[in-house]
């Protein structure tokens, strides 16, 4: 489609990678404290631990639901802090777990790239909504369904609704006039689309309708670039459907994942609730 897209992906990127709340004002993500004692260990290592403990209640299948949000939302900070500050990384990396490794290299890749698509800081779109995304296993019947269809893997489906918005938790026209979960232009839409463009299925079916006649299954990369034309987008939804795919558990993970903003004054989160 070549458009731009959704902070999370291109034109705002860096300013949305995931959140309004209710009737109250976006709310800034915990600021560290001014001052550290003496005997503090350095940001990295104290990054190294908090993903470490993350990753393993990640995997934990008797995680409870209340821990696994937060977990997953404390392992999203880790990632957005790595992607500004290369060299934590290999320290960082130390700590995750062996078998949880190819998670970290995967999830961080496609971190980075997007963080390569930033764009500076701007002021919240007037328009925007922050809505509960569907639950996760509706979405993954949908992402089936359309695999199944036109053969494209469900986890490319997964990670382009991942990176677009937020698994449809962002309501609103993109500067472009992108529209939907899978952000369409209208005149892409009418070509590739069948029914509602906001709807998750609709638009999920006509993602995948529209990376098979782009070459998909077969010629995957130049799929995804037809979609938006950028080698940085390319790798990270590569990157995070592989991981997926090597770990099942992280569709939950990255469902999880909130709404970041970043404005002149900072970022923000923008919870579910926000510009209702």
């Known amino acids: 489609m070549g458009k731009a897209r959704w902070a999370s992906a291109g034109a705002l ?14 709310e800034p993500p915990p600021a560290p404290p001014a001052s550290q004692p003496a005997d503090t260990p350095p940001r990295e290592e104290r990054l190294a631990a908090t993903l470490a403990r993350a990753e393993r209640a990640l995997a934990e299948p008797g995680t409870s639901d209340v821990h696994r949000t937060h977990w997953a939302h404390r392992q999203q900070r880790v990632y957005r802090d790595l992607a500004e500050h290369p060299g934590w990384r290999d320290d960082v990396r130390a700590r ?4 949880l490794r190819a998670a970290y290299d995967l999830t961080l890749h496609a971190a980075v790239e997007l963080h390569h698509m930033s764009a500076a800081p701007s002021k919240i779109p007037d328009d925007w909504r922050i809505e509960a ?11 089936g369904a359309a695999q199944a269809k036109f053969g494209v893997p469900w986890q490319v489906l997964a990670a382009i609704n991942f990176v677009e918005t937020r ?6 026209d ?30 999920i079916q006509a993602a995948a309708r529209y ?13 995804l670039y037809a979609y938006n034309h950028s080698d940085h987008y ?6 995070y459907a592989e991981a997926m795919r090597r770990y099942p558990h992280y569709l939950d993970v990255y469902h999880r994942w909130q709404v970041y903003y970043s404005t002149p004054h900072g970022d923000v989160v923008l919870k579910e609730g926000y510009g209702s």
């Open 13 to 26: 990127l860096a300013c949305v990678v995931l959140a309004g709340c209710g009737a109250t004002p976006a």
């Open 133 to 143: 995304p569907p639950p996760v296993g509706e979405l993954r019947r949908y992402y």
């Open 96 to 99: 995750v777990p062996k078998r």
């Open 167 to 172: 698994f449809g938790r962002i309501h609103g």
């Open 174 to 203: 993109s500067s472009a006039g992108a529209q939907g979960p899978m952000q369409f232009m209208p005149a892409t839409w009418r070509i590739y689309g069948r029914g509602d463009i906001d709807a998750p299925r609709d638009a």
């Open 211 to 223: 990376l098979a006649a782009s070459g998909a299954p077969g010629d995957l990369r130049g799929a």
């Open 234 to 239: 390319v790798e990270a939804i590569l990157a």
